[in-house]
């Protein structure tokens, strides 16, 4: 089992930028995907950035060009780079890692609290 730990939220002015960390307890090179989720008061969690083992990344449209999702396996962590912050991008926070081969488990961290201020 992986476990994982966020790292980096904060409270931020509009437009600023923070990095969300996500530690896991072992190497991430064999994790087939790994991914940030958030979810604000009274919404739905949703995904926000993936990326795989093949390093392929994937956004959800609202983030496009201002969030960036990058990996370094020598540290086994994964981070969220955060750039001209909003105010709707307030939310926890939430690591996602899904493992395995003939099953696939999935691991979440706590979350890490982001509030962007107008």
């Known amino acids: 089992q992986v476990q994982l730990v966020e790292s980096g939220g904060g409270l931020v002015q509009a437009g600023g930028s923070l990095r969300l960390s996500c530690a896991a307890s072992?190497?991430?090179?064999?994790?087939?995907?790994m991914g940030w989720y958030r979810q604000a008061p009274g919404k739905q969690r949703e995904l926000v950035a993936a990326i795989v083992s093949g390093g392929s990344t994937n956004y959800a449209d609202s983030v496009k060009g201002r969030f960036t999702i990058s990996r370094d396996n020598a540290k086994n962590t994964v981070y969220l780079r955060m750039n001209s912050l909003k105010p709707e991008d307030t939310a926890v926070y939430y690591c996602?890692?899904?493992?395995?081969?003939?099953?696939?488990?999935?691991?979440w961290g706590q979350g890490t609290q982001v509030t962007v201020s107008s």
């Open positions: 072992r190497s991430i090179f064999s994790i087939n995907a």
């Open positions: 996602n890692a899904i493992y395995g081969s003939s099953q696939m488990f999935s691991s």
